[in-house]
Structure formats: structure tokens, C-alpha cells
């Protein structure tokens, strides 16, 4: 499956943005879907992720609250809308798939999960 994220780009602290992440090809196939960011300089971490069915949710401690992920299976799209922006979330943000599979549950954090990755979305939030 191919992705393709959008929707970033300049907010103040306290706005908000909302990502989308287009997938394409194989998508009929069942898939699990994440966001990751990497600051400059920093490594990627996991935003948030959500499974086939948009059943299971998990998000970075850090983030609950303030995030919500989403998506739409008739729109082969996924969504994380960002509130209440802090400076420190300015980061290229990353969607990425994996197809779905045993242990997704202990997994979902992990980079190395995720075997599609889309181009990523830059996000800057001014103070």
C-alpha cells in the first residue's frame, strides 16, 4: 500500500491541525495504520495508531488529550487531529501501514512495525 500524508504546516501554540494520510493500492487488503514524527536531530517516535477496524486506539502518554486518530475505510484515509499545539510537537509527521497480523497490541510503537511508510508532513508551531 502506498500513503500519502497532507495537512501540515504553520499553527501558533494552542491551535490545531488536522493530518490526513491517503493510502493507495492494496487496500483491500486489511492494514493497521500509525503516526510517527521526527524533530531535527531527534529520532522518530510514535504519535499514534489505530487499528483495521478503528477499534483499537493507542497514543504516546504524552499526547493523550490533545490527539485523536481517525480514519475512514471507504475513504482509505486516516486522520490525526491535533489540538491545543505546543511548540515541542513541531516535527515532520509520518503515516505509516502494516499489514494486519498477530501481537499488533504489543507492537504498535514500534518503527519497525511498519513496512509503508508515506513521505511525511511538516509541522511548525510558533510560540
Known amino acids: 500500500v502506498q500513503l500519502q500524508a497532507s495537512g501540515g504546516g504553520l499553527a501558533q501554540a494552542g491551535g490545531s491541525l488536522r493530518l490526513s494520510c491517503a493510502a493507495s493500492?492494496?487496500?483491500?487488503?486489511?492494514?493497521?495504520m500509525a503516526w510517527f514524527r521526527q524533530a531535527p536531530g531527534k529520532e522518530r517516535e510514535f504519535v499514534a495508531a489505530?487499528?483495521?477496524?478503528?477499534?483499537?486506539?493507542y497514543f504516546a502518554d504524552s499526547l493523550k488529550g490533545r490527539f485523536t486518530i481517525s480514519r475512514d475505510n471507504a475513504k482509505n484515509t486516516m486522520y490525526l487531529q491535533m489540538n491545543n499545539l505546543k511548540p515541542e510537537d513541531t516535527a515532520v509527521y509520518y503515516c505509516?501501514?502494516?499489514?494486519?497480523?498477530?501481537?499488533?497490541?504489543?507492537?504498535?510503537?514500534?518503527?519497525?512495525?511498519?513496512?509503508?511508510w508515506g513521505q511525511g508532513t511538516q509541522v511548525t508551531v510558533s510560540s
Open positions: 489505530i487499528s483495521w477496524g478503528g477499534g483499537r486506539t
Open positions: 505509516a501501514a502494516t499489514y494486519i497480523g498477530p501481537d499488533y497490541g504489543g507492537t504498535y510503537y514500534r518503527p519497525s512495525t511498519y513496512n509503508n
Open positions: 493500492g492494496r487496500t483491500s487488503s486489511s492494514y493497521n
